[in-house]
């Protein structure tokens, strides 16, 4: 559900040169693909949670809203600012700090009684984020050493693939049956597990290269860039600002008990789960014509349900279609991403969703 960058800002995506994987660089890898799952999950986490979370705190679900926008502005901006800030600190050092982060953020919203401090929380998790997807999906190459550097990414987006289907489900689940607070304890408790796992698996990742800040605008000066990072923004920006209010919708306005809403969010990342596999294959054929569907299927959907969502079964029919195209494909990031692109840009082969 989240995007992840690439260009200017995708690092250390080499392969390492070895032998061969061995069981630790599996496991490593799967360190690294647990906290992928764990950072999705958080990130959207009070979309299933909202209604509850807003009538504890005191705040209209508006307000409960913006712990899922803030913390998804703030990692915008994270992105490029830790990607740059990192210089070349050792990533593993890096990548756990960036989790230390999600547990840090879901222990102060599990524990706090503060709007303020909440949103706080929500901030912090905003960093972690936007500082993963510029460095945690592009170590996969250097994690699993093997000669197309593909596998360890397919870990790493494997874990982002298992969040957008089950992550946030499976909190709503909890919070049903034990509270709100008890679903971010939850997604805590796997950041620590995390933290040990990689403190104890990821060998040192120096960086091949520090990212100054004057490398970043070099992809602005492509006019096709530009216009695609534009139709990215609004894209999916008016998706997830949409999709933060599906629960309160779908409670107050189809009339859906919370076990159902539950139900529909997971057949909602179910859709998104296959629709990324086809979006990537029609990406990879043509990738006007994929994302001006994408564009149609999200924007058709929410009139529809703006439109019909009193109906409980064309609600739920909306859902589903609406989740298809959600979960859109990252790029997978390439060895040469770490330099600059040239002035006189050329295409790259599409990238597959792994």
Not at 15 to 33: C, E, M
Not at 196 to 207: C, F, G, I, K
Request: charged share 10%; with cysteine.
């Amino acid at each position: 559900m989240s995007t992840a960058p690439t260009g200017t800002a995708c690092l250390d995506s080499a392969p390492a040169q070895a032998a061969g994987p061995t069981a630790r660089h599996w496991l490593a890898a799967g360190s690294v693909g647990t906290a992928a799952f764990a950072l999705v999950t958080a990130e959207f986490l009070p979309v299933g949670l909202l209604p509850a979370m807003a009538a504890d705190i005191g705040i209209t679900e508006g307000q409960a809203g913006l712990m899922v926008t803030m913390a998804g502005v703030l990692g915008a901006i994270a992105a490029p600012s830790v990607t740059v800030g990192a210089g070349r600190l050792d990533r593993r050092i890096v990548l756990m700090v960036l989790v230390g982060l999600l547990v840090l953020s879901n222990l102060i919203v599990a524990l706090s009684t503060s709007y303020p401090l909440i949103l706080l929380g929500r901030l912090l998790l905003g960093i972690g984020v936007g500082g993963f997807w510029c460095i945690g999906v592009a170590i996969g190459p250097r994690v699993v050493p093997e000669p197309t550097g593909t596998r360890g990414t397919a870990i790493i987006f494997a874990g982002i693939s298992l969040g957008t289907v089950a992550g946030v489900p499976a909190g709503t689940f909890i919070g049903d049956l034990f509270g709100w607070r008890a679903a971010f304890a939850a997604a805590a408790g796997i950041g620590v597990a995390v933290l040990v796992a990689q403190a104890l698996l990821l060998p040192s990742l120096p960086p091949q290269r520090a990212i100054r800040w004057r490398d970043l605008p070099a992809l602005l000066h492509v006019p096709k860039a530009r216009i695609g990072l534009l139709a990215a923004f609004v894209m999916f920006g008016g998706q997830f600002f949409a999709y933060t209010y599906i629960a309160p919708y779908l409670v107050q306005i189809t009339g859906l008990g919370s076990g159902m809403v539950t139900g529909l969010l997971l057949a909602y990342g179910t859709a998104g789960f296959f629709g990324n596999i086809v979006g990537s294959w029609v990406a990879g054929k043509d990738a006007r014509t994929a994302v001006a569907a994408t564009a149609l299927v999200l924007g058709a959907s929410a009139l529809a349900l703006a439109a019909f969502g009193a109906i409980p079964i064309a609600a739920i029919a909306i859902i589903v279609v609406w989740g298809w195209p959600s979960a859109h494909c990252p790029l997978r990031p390439r060895p040469s991403c770490s330099a600059p692109p040239p002035r006189r840009w050329r295409p790259a082969p599409p990238c597959s969703c792994r």
